[in-house]
T-cell receptor, first 113, second 112 residues
């Protein structure tokens, strides 16, 4: 079974709709992250959380919000989706060590029409 | 500020060696990473090197670090079609949160 899972895997929605992307992990990690990937732009950090009571903005948090419901769960919301939020979204986790290796989920492909 | 640069595409013939290059700007980098992303999947760590090392080898993979030039490379020996993927270089900084900063990724295309 996958250690980091994301639901849904694909979603098509319309401008103005509220969307929630969910992430669960069984690695027992405290740190969780949400990234956005656009072709040719690499990964951009949206939000990250170092434990259940900790939420931090990343490079591109505008238009997004997150909730850390438990150590194992971290969800990303788009309150009012717009077409330029069409992208591939990844959740990742890491341990607390200096090495910083991240473990990624399979991604959610979101299309906003 | 932090910046990680890598070329967007590399095409090689099966059986040849591939060399993917990366430059970074932050001199206080602690760890430098290579991640691989296969089609339809998330990123997976291939290998990493600590900034006090010059080289690391792991089977077909060789990582070279030139700290003076802030240059990192990944060499894949005997490249196979299964190596076709996007390869991301990333760095994390001393005294920081150890969140990696990623480059834009290099698409490696391996043709027969």
């Amino acid at each position: 079974d996958a250690d980091v899972t994301q639901t849904p895997r694909n979603r098509i929605t319309k401008t103005g709709k509220r969307i929630m992307l969910e992430c669960s992990q069984t690695k027992g990690h405290d740190r969780m992250y949400w990234y956005r990937q656009d072709p040719g732009l690499g990964l951009q950090l949206i939000y990250y959380s170092f434990d259940v009571k900790d939420i931090n903005k990343g490079e591109i948090s505008d238009g997004y919000s997150v909730s850390r419901q438990a150590q194992a769960k971290f969800s990303l919301s788009l309150e009012s989706a717009i077409p330029n939020q069409t992208a591939l979204y990844f959740c990742a986790t890491s341990g607390n060590g200096r090495q910083g290796e991240q473990f990624f989920g399979p991604g959610t492909r979101l299309t906003v029409l | 500020g932090e910046d990680v640069e890598q070329s967007l595409f590399l095409s090689v013939r099966e059986g040849d060696s591939s060399v993917i290059n990366c430059t970074y700007t932050d001199s206080s980098s602690t760890y430098l990473y290579w991640y691989k992303q296969e089609p339809g999947a998330g990123l997976q760590l291939l290998t990493y090197i600590f900034s006090n090392m010059d080289m690391k080898q792991d089977q077909r993979l060789t990582v070279l670090l030139n700290k003076k030039d802030k240059h990192l490379s990944l060499r894949i020996a005997d490249t196979q079609t299964g190596d076709s993927a996007i390869y991301f270089c990333a760095e994390s900084m001393t005294g920081g949160s150890y969140i990696p900063t990623f480059g834009r990724g290099t698409s490696l295309i391996v043709h027969p």
